[in-house]
């Protein structure tokens, strides 16, 4: 298999052929992932939370997600893993300056990681754009953004209302203007999902409690696999169901994004 390269995921894109991501925090679980055919890892901040007992994304640092980043890339290698690497800038990593942003993406690119991951959206086009020109490719993030989570007031749904659903729109395209190349929807009514993901072309949506319209879909990993501490959110599906091992709930994952039954299309989570 070749590596999973931009070029590669444009490709799918064009095919109408759906992206898949999972999060992955170690060697193992990534090394099972890439096998199982997922394209993209997320080495998510949400390890603060399913690896490390915190109550939000908020306390995690660069230190811990360039620790977890250099972990998932040598399980990849060990491997001859092919999938494309995310890193996620963990809260306050990037707030500050565009040359903290650049400072910070390069400790992730130096763990390992092929693209960063930052949340938000207005004043974070000109840290994609600064990132984007200077060879980082960039993520983005808008709806839920868990690393506002105090300031949004919970975990809740986002771009509801006629006005916020504009907003999200200009922030989304102002991002694809930016260089952003990919775009993770947390959390959206779907169709404006679908409307976001209609309106860029090169800009690759990748939904998560969005419905079924984006480009591609991404899960937390130990909730596909149905190992949660408390109760997962509603858009999970446990793919551990029916299933005798992770990488099979990992193919079988793989198999309902391309194939269009996750997320369920006649279900409206929102
Ligand atoms: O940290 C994470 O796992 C994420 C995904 C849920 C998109 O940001
Ligand atoms: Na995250």
Same mark, same amino acid.
């Given at each position: 298999?070749?590596?999973?390269?931009?070029?590669?995921?444009?490709?799918?894109?064009?095919?109408?052929?759906?992206?898949?991501?999972?999060?992955?925090?170690?060697?193992?679980?990534?090394?099972?992932?890439?096998?199982?055919?997922?394209?993209?890892?997320?080495?998510?901040?949400?390890?603060?939370?399913?690896?490390?007992?915190?109550?939000?994304?908020?306390?995690?640092?660069?230190?811990?997600?360039?620790?977890?980043?250099?972990?998932?890339?040598?399980?990849?290698?060990?491997?001859?893993?092919? %999938?494309?690497?995310?890193?996620?800038?963990?809260?306050?990593?990037?707030?500050?300056?565009?040359?903290?942003?650049?400072?910070?993406?390069?400790?992730?690119?130096?763990? #390992?990681?092929?693209?960063?991951?930052?949340?938000?959206?207005?004043?974070?086009?000109?840290?994609?754009?600064?990132?984007?020109?200077? #060879?980082?490719?960039?993520? %983005? /993030?808008?709806?839920?953004?868990?690393?506002?989570?105090?300031?949004?007031?919970?975990?809740?749904?986002?771009?509801?209302?006629?006005?916020?659903?504009?907003?999200?729109?200009?922030?989304?395209?102002?991002?694809?203007?930016?260089? %952003?190349?990919?775009?993770?929807?947390? $959390?959206?009514?779907?169709?404006?999902?679908?409307?976001?993901?209609?309106?860029?072309?090169?800009?690759?949506?990748?939904?998560?409690?969005?419905?079924?319209?984006?480009?591609?879909?991404?899960?937390?990993?130990?909730?596909?696999?149905?190992?949660?501490?408390?109760?997962?959110?509603?858009?999970?599906?446990?793919?551990?169901?029916?299933?005798?091992?992770?990488?099979?709930? $990992?193919?079988?994952?793989?198999?309902?994004?391309?194939?269009?039954?996750?997320?369920?299309?006649?279900? /409206?989570?929102?």
């Amino acid at each position: 298999r070749k590596p999973v390269s931009l070029p590669r995921l444009h490709e799918l894109r064009q095919r109408g052929e759906k992206i898949t991501m999972l999060t992955a925090y170690d060697a193992t679980f990534a090394a099972v992932a890439d096998s199982a055919g997922v394209e993209c890892l997320l080495v998510g901040d949400s390890l603060g939370m399913v690896c490390q007992g915190l109550s939000s994304t908020v306390g995690v640092t660069l230190d811990t997600m360039c620790y977890h980043t250099q972990s998932v890339t040598r399980g990849l290698r060990r491997v001859q893993g092919t %999938a494309w690497v995310i890193g996620d800038l963990p809260f306050g990593s990037y707030q500050e300056s565009r040359e903290q942003a650049m400072r910070s993406a390069t400790a992730l690119m130096h763990a #390992g990681a092929h693209m960063v991951k930052l949340e938000g959206g207005g004043w974070t086009t000109e840290v994609v754009r600064f990132l984007v020109e200077r #060879g980082i490719p960039v993520c %983005a /993030h808008l709806g839920l953004t868990p690393q506002t989570v105090h300031a949004l007031g919970g975990y809740r749904v986002q771009g509801r209302s006629e006005a916020d659903a504009e907003r999200l729109q200009g922030h989304a395209r102002d991002l694809q203007d930016a260089g %952003a190349s990919m775009l993770v929807l947390e $959390m959206v009514p779907a169709h404006l999902a679908s409307a976001i993901t209609a309106q860029l072309a090169h800009c690759h949506t990748i939904g998560i409690g969005s419905g079924a319209g984006t480009a591609g879909q991404v899960l937390v990993m130990h909730d596909m696999l149905g190992v949660n501490l408390g109760k997962p959110p509603k858009f999970v599906r446990n793919f551990m169901d029916g299933q005798h091992s992770v990488a099979a709930a $990992m193919a079988a994952y793989v198999r309902a994004v391309k194939d269009g039954s996750f997320p369920d299309p006649a279900l /409206h989570a929102w």
